[in-house]
Nanobody, 128 residues
Framework: QVQLVESGGGLVQAGGSLRLSCAAS????????MGWFRQVPGKEREFVAA????????LYADSVKGRFTISRDNAKNTVYLQMNSLKPEDTAVYYC?????????????????????WGQGTQVTVSS
């Protein structure tokens, strides 16, 4: 069983920054792409960013491109989401998730069905 634990969420003013972390429980973390999603109550889960197992391929939602950066440290079994220039519309619960395919050539993509393990989420609130 794989456990993913997010941390780093909180309350920040618009224009501020946060860095989210997602720690994986297993050493096989390095063989899988990872993704970040977010969800607001009453809305569907929304893709934010994804990274391949090697870190060489990334993908971002248009709404966060140029402001957010996804990265990973395979030695620490951790994936990060650096969020800069935050806006009130970035307010959501943020989830990390693991690709369901080992060593996919590129990042896993935007479809949440591609991901098989999910963290419990961390709340990000951006005040105006």
């Amino acid at each position: 069983q794989v456990q993913l634990v997010e941390s780093g969420g909180g309350l920040v003013q618009a224009g501020g920054s946060l860095r989210l972390s997602c720690a994986a429980s297993r050493r096989t973390f390095s063989n899988y792409g990872m993704g970040w999603f977010r969800q607001v109550p009453g809305k569907e889960r929304e893709f934010v960013a994804a990274i391949s197992w090697s870190g060489g391929s990334t993908l971002y939602a248009d709404s966060v491109k140029g402001r957010f950066t996804i990265s990973r440290d395979n030695a620490k079994n951790t994936v990060y989401l650096q969020m800069n220039s935050l806006k009130p519309e970035d307010t959501a619960v943020y989830y990390c998730a693991r690709d369901n395919l080992v060593r996919r050539t590129v990042q896993p993509g935007t479809n949440p069905r591609i991901y098989d393990y999910w963290g419990q989420g961390t709340q990000v609130t951006v005040s105006s």
